[in-house]
């Protein structure tokens, strides 16, 4: 049987090499689909992993909570803007203090974003920036190294900020900005520290930290109206904690503030990395279904080139049967031949596929993930395309009466 | 030599072959009956549609009977499943073809090692024996020639040598001078004929009258049944080996020996 497949190996080779051009087409045809699905899967693998790997960087000892997302619907992502947009969080400063109390807690930061521009007094304000309030803790939870001056802490007035190194940029031409005013919502702010570059505009706070000036919360209170309106709470566990119980203490601890209700989601671990939009999800599913589309148009390439290949054949297949192969010697020679094809097709989708993977990830801000699962996939996909559609062909063929085909073109 | 002693290499009782159903349906083969001996060559004769053809397809089961029974060395094979049939048309059949038909893509060496393929030979030693084969045939020198840089003639030894090369215990020609000039004809019989003598069995169809010399039996056929039949080893096989002088040129002994079984 071993040396019939490497017959079957060689008999396949010799006549996909005598339709050369034929063979490529369709080699390209599986390509293409291959390459699709690659990329979408190391494309959308590489959102999680970058968060994640910002989580694994810190111990892995974090939690996170944010207010509790009601199950959004398909409707939802057609809606203009879904209705839970415009809901408030329910987090409170409250909340933080009694997470800062749990005995496994060694620190928490709030985080609460604003909206509103902040430009220097007589200059434009850049097209994109975002104000942080937060309290000193935060760089013991989120690795936010200064490049410059210092950060916010409790002894620090209330009218100063700590801003990201693009905006520096942006505002005043320069990373060396400390000590300079800034208008934010209109009001004075002295910039006493400027944050490392990070480039790393996708991260689990969903703020992008070169863009962002941070003030105290106090400050942010006062432009919404003296209330903390908090998106999320960083909660850092102290080593060795298990993160499971650990969030499940948050959780309870929280319903008590809130009337048992669960106001709040804890995200522990590999959660917290998950991409938390669901039209980011149901965009990369869309574009997977699509590409296994394409991956399907080549499986039909490949049966439409073997049933050519078995027609044009008929002969050599009476011939052969004539000599002693059995139907089933006939079937595996010709699926061996469609999966040469299809493996063909993967191997170079394959890398096609994170060729077009990282020309796409210069342009958006992360990149693809390698990992073997999509090798895996890949390869699954391209060899079941080929047993697939090459098996309707191969039973064609062996199906074959010897007596009609050797009468065939005399 | 030991005629009666040993098995027939193929025995046919009662052989009927129906195609077609209802109004249509006719019988190809209408109840043959027929012995070979190890070491015949077997000429069949016969108008066209007379059943030659199918006769030899169901001995060489690329086609089944519908009725009756076929020992093939004593073994019956009707009942069998196609991949046994497979294999003993793997081991024990070499078949020759009007049309050659020889693979175009691949080399003479190739071509002849195929039917090896089959019985599971390693590929080394495949090319090894075609090529043994082929220096029998005097091709030697054309191992690497694809098959249309052959000549007819060429081509149909070269078929021959692939019939051969997995040493079976019979040999099928259909026809097998049908698309050759008469010189290139008897250089192919005369192939046949030198195969024969060491000791194959040969059933071969033709419609050439002339090419029944070679044969040490002539059966023709009618409207599926067997019409005359020179007969189980009547001029038996050492006889006719020993005797016939053919083998060098013999154009002579031929004309005599048709008359002869035309009567």
């Known amino acids: 049987m071993r040396l019939l497949l490497a017959d079957h190996y060689r008999t396949a080779r010799q006549s996909l090499n005598r339709a050369r051009l034929r063979t490529l087409l369709t080699v390209t045809g599986v390509a293409i689909g291959v390459a699709s699905i690659t990329a979408i899967l190391a494309l959308s693998g590489g959102v999680g992993k970058v968060v994640s790997k910002q989580v694994a960087e810190l111990g892995g000892h974090v939690a996170v909570v944010r ?55 007589d200059g434009q304000p850049p097209e994109e920036s975002i104000v942080v309030a937060t309290t000193p803790t935060l760089p013991s939870v989120v690795d936010l190294p200064i490049a410059d001056g210092q950060f916010i802490d409790s002894v620090t007035r209330d009218n100063t900020a700590v801003i990201g190194a693009q905006l520096s940029v942006d505002l005043y031409g320069t990373e060396q900005s400390i000590g300079k005013n800034v208008l934010i919502r209109g009001q004075p702010f002295t910039i006493i520290g400027i944050l490392n570059r990070q480039a790393k505009p996708v991260n689990f706070n969903n703020i992008d930290f070169d863009h962002a000036a941070i003030i105290s919360l106090k400050s942010g209170k006062l432009f919404n109206g003296g209330v903390a309106q908090i998106q999320q709470i960083n909660v850092l566990a102290s080593p060795g904690t298990n993160m499971d119980a650990f969030g499940q203490d ?42 296994s589309i394409s991956l399907l148009v080549g499986g039909i390439g490949i049966m439409n080139i073997m049933l050519v290949g078995v027609s044009e054949r008929t002969r050599e297949i009476g011939l052969r049967k004539a000599v002693g192969a059995s139907n089933m010697t006939i ?16 191997l170079l989708g394959f890398a096609g596929g994170y060729f077009v993977a990282f020309v796409v990830s210069l342009f958006i801000p992360y990149d693809p993930t390698f990992e073997w699962s999509i090798a895996g996939w890949a390869a699954t996909l391209s060899l079941g395309v080929g047993l697939i559609f090459g098996l309707y062909p191969a039973i064609r063929a062996a199906r074959k009466d010897p007596i009609e085909s050797l009468r065939r073109y005399h | 030599m030991s005629k009666r002693a040993s098995t027939p290499v193929i025995q046919l009782t009662d052989l009927k072959k129906r195609f077609g159903i209802g109004d249509a349906e006719h019988f190809a083969l209408d109840g043959v009956d027929l012995t070979v ?21 169901i001995i060489g089961l690329l086609d089944r009977a519908t009725d009756g029974e076929y020992l093939l060395d004593g073994r019956s094979v009707e009942d069998l499943r196609a991949g046994v049939h497979a294999r003993i048309r793997a081991q024990q059949i070499g078949f020759i073809f009007q049309s050659f038909n020889l693979i175009e893509r691949l080399n003479v060496l190739e071509n002849v090692a195929l039917p090896l393929t089959y019985s599971g030979m390693h590929h080394t030693k495949r090319l090894q024996r075609a090529s043994d084969v082929l220096r029998g045939f005097h091709l ?124």
Request: proline content about 6%.
């Open chain 1, 250 to 291: 948050i959780d309870q601890a929280l319903r008590l503030n809130h009337d048992n209700q669960p106001d709040a989601d804890v995200f522990v671990g590999k959660e917290i990395a998950q991409p938390t939009s669901d039209l980011f999800k149901f965009i990369s599913l869309v574009m997977a279904v699509i590409a």
């Open chain 2, 140 to 263: 030697q020198e054309r191992e690497y020639y694809m098959p249309w840089q052959l000549s007819g003639g060429q081509t149909q030894r070269v078929a021959i040598a692939r019939a051969l090369v997995n040493d079976p215990s019979i040999i099928l020609a259909d026809e097998p001078t049908g698309n050759l000039d008469s010189k290139s004809s008897h250089v192919i019989m005369e192939e046949l004929s030198e195969i024969h003598k060491k000791g194959n069995t040969i059933i071969m169809v033709t419609h050439n009258p002339n090419l029944t010399t070679y044969a040490t039996r002539v059966i023709t056929m009618l409207d599926g049944r067997i019409d005359t039949d020179t007969g189980e080893p009547r001029q038996g096989l050492t006889d006719a080996n020993g005797k016939r002088p053919l083998s060098g040129n013999g154009k002579k002994p031929k004309a005599k020996r048709k008359r002869k079984v035309k009567k």
């Open chain 1, 331 to 346: 079937v595996s020679q010709f699926i061996i031949e469609s999966l040469i094809i299809s493996a063909l097709g993967g």
């Open chain 2, 37 to 57: 001996q190890k070491g015949e060559f077997i000429a069949i004769m016969g108008p066209s549609g007379c059943g030659k053809t199918t006769l030899l397809n």
């Open chain 1, 67 to 121: 207010p509790a997302a009601g199950k959004a619907t398909l409707a939802d992502l057609s809606n203009p803007t879904p209705m839970n947009a415009y809901s408030t969080s329910p987090l409170s400063e409250q909340d933080v203090e009694t997470i800062a109390q749990l005995p496994a807690t060694e620190a928490v930061a709030p985080v609460m974003t604003l909206s509103g521009s902040i430009r220097t007094k």
